[in-house]
């Protein structure tokens, strides 16, 4: 039986008593002054009425606190917040951008779920909000006897590659800069140029002084010897492998990044980048070989999204 023939998919009381369970694993909480003990459900309130729905639609979680005495439902203080999109069609949407390795176009997410294509687009970009890593300081990755590998790759308008020597160089593409652990995860940042100015100060800041760093030869990594044990594989002189040296895991990354991004979306505007690259971490960082399956990504998903807010206005003016 496919995991999309669960109930929540499909029927919208089921969708919210499953976020329910999800976000308040020790019951309801209200999202305006906290409170927990004095949560009232209350049962039978439509919306108002409308041309194409004159008796209203049922307001399904709809809940009301003792202490503000103000009304709320699980959807408040999350990506969910103000959606028109049915819960349930959230829930479809989640699990088949998690399940899809390269990710899913909101083209065919319009598609599928049947919505417009501005609310699909809408909401593939409040996903991508959901999957993001909210810590302002994440822990260092590596460590003593860890591999961290460092790599750059060039994303942009394949259109403009005819005018690449006229552009100079990789001038009209963007620039992303990825750290990958080996067996472990990735974090991949959008920086404005390959300098050492630009690329250092990322790596200082994300990877333990402790890390083996493995880089190819470009001459913006080498103040990393001032700080890290660093080694070069030499791809110009067709050096790929030297025992534990490579940036072979990190151009894999890459390999599934740009397949993604030019065979699925196929065009991203710089001011979301940023947005594409957590989708890509988050399910590099949530992959099969570390244990986690289609529906406990899904669920990871759904657990971001608690304390995130997106507007369509934030979405769609540049950042």
Same mark, same amino acid.
């Given at each position: ?191 404005? /140029?390959?300098?050492? #100015?630009? &690329?250092?100060?990322?790596? =200082?800041?994300?990877?333990? %002084?402790?890390?083996? *760093? @493995? ?81 406990? /990504?899904?669920?990871? #998903?759904? &657990?971001?999204?608690?304390? =995130?807010?997106?507007?369509? %206005?934030?979405?769609? *003016? @540049?950042?």
């Amino acid at each position: 039986m496919s995991i999309l023939s669960a109930k929540h998919f499909h029927d919208e009381a089921a969708a919210f008593a499953e976020l329910e369970a999800i976000l308040w694993p020790e019951g309801p909480v209200c999202p305006h002054c906290g409170g927990m003990d004095r949560i009232y459900s209350l049962k039978g309130v439509r919306s108002k009425p409308s041309k194409k729905n004159p008796e209203g639609v049922e307001r399904h979680g709809l809940k009301k606190c003792g202490h503000c005495r103000k009304q709320f439902t699980v959807r408040v203080g999350t990506i969910f917040e103000d959606s028109h999109a049915p819960l349930h069609k959230w829930f479809q949407a989640i699990h088949l951008m998690c399940a899809s390795k390269k990710g899913i176009s909101s083209h065919q997410l319009h598609r599928i779920l049947e919505v417009q294509y501005n609310t699909a687009w809408f909401m593939t970009h409040r996903i991508r909000e959901a999957m993001r890593s909210g810590e302002l300081a994440p822990p260092p990755m590596g460590g003593a006897g860890e591999v961290v590998e460092v790599d750059e790759t060039y994303i942009g308008n394949n259109g403009l590659y005819k005018n690449f020597k006229r552009l100079g160089g990789f001038q009209h593409k963007h620039t992303v800069l990825t750290l990958v652990q080996r067996n472990g995860q990735a974090r991949s940042f959008h920086v404005d /140029r390959t300098t050492a #100015a630009d &690329v250092i100060p990322v790596v =200082k800041a994300n990877i333990d %002084r402790e890390t083996l *760093i @493995a880089t190819d030869e470009g001459r913006h990594y080498r103040p990393l010897r001032k700080d890290y044990k660093h080694e070069t594989v030499v791809h110009s002189q067709e050096e790929w492998v030297r025992g534990a040296i490579h940036t072979n895991t990190v151009e894999g990354y890459f390999s599934i990044f740009k397949r993604g991004m030019k065979g699925v979306y196929q065009h991203c505007s710089e001011k979301h980048l940023h947005r594409y690259l957590a989708e890509f971490d988050f399910r590099y960082n949530s992959r099969v070989a570390l244990g986690v399956n289609d529906k406990t /990504r899904a669920m990871k #998903a759904v &657990v971001g999204a608690k304390g =995130k807010r997106l507007t369509y %206005r934030q979405a769609y *003016i @540049a950042q």
